[in-house]
């Protein structure tokens, strides 16, 4: 079965440095999801990607997010000044169409010391 | 007032046991439901859709009840596979981020 691939499985950072984490949707979807997940709590939306373009974004997702699909297969998250409370586990999904349940990947889990 | 409430547990049931997990929804205008598993520092994995009339997977039945925003899962005869984090996820109509998950409910199946 098709999967959503990510990495790195874990990145630990210094406050300050800018991350990019990487996903790979699987191949034939065309709607790609960012989620976050602090420890212990609730699975939030970052952003919603499609067509080359954000979709929507949430209240989380500032000016020191960004998102790029820079070839046919990567869909990369960049944070770029990374603060204390961005740790958590950064999960990436994509779904062939809006209607469909989301496949998420197996997550990168940031920890900014 | 949160979008989708579930209680939270720890369910501890033993092996054989049927456990049934609820979870409610605040926007009226939701329009598709599904539960996902979710293991420890795992990513969520769609256990199933759930449809308006009820529908059943193996040892897995959900059930929605729109009149009251609620939906349900039921497992019976738990597994010791079963032990995870189960997460009530809730559509609203239009926009690209229309999912909404609550903050799970813990089973734990003891042998």
């Known amino acids: 079965e098709p999967e959503v691939t990510q990495t790195p499985s874990h990145q630990v950072t210094q406050m300050g440095q800018e991350v990019i984490l990487r996903c790979v949707p699987i191949s034939n979807h065309l709607y790609f999801y960012w989620y976050r997940q602090i420890l212990g709590q609730k699975v939030e939306f970052l952003v919603s990607f499609y067509n080359n373009e954000i979709s929507e974004k949430s209240e989380i997702f500032d000016d020191q997010f960004s998102v790029e699909r820079p070839d046919g297969s990567n869909f990369t998250l960049k944070i770029r000044s990374t603060k204390l409370e961005d740790s958590a586990m950064y999960f990436c999904?994509?779904?062939?169409?809006?209607?469909?349940?989301?496949?998420f990947g197996n997550g990168t889990r940031l920890t900014v010391t | 007032r949160k979008e989708v409430e579930q209680d939270p547990g720890p369910f501890n049931v033993p092996e054989g046991a049927t456990v049934a997990f609820n979870c409610t929804y605040s926007n009226s205008a939701s329009q598709s439901f599904f539960w996902y598993r979710q293991d420890c520092r795992k990513e969520p994995k769609l256990l199933m859709s759930v449809y308006s009339s009820g529908n059943e997977d193996g040892r897995f039945t959900a059930q929605l009840n729109r009149a009251s925003q609620y939906i349900s899962l039921l497992i019976r005869d738990s597994k010791l596979s079963d032990s995870a984090t189960y997460l009530c996820v809730v559509k609203m109509v239009g926009g690209a981020n229309n999912l909404f998950f609550g903050t799970g409910t813990r089973l734990t199946v003891i042998p």
């Open positions: 999904a994509s779904t062939v169409d809006p209607n469909s349940p989301l496949h």
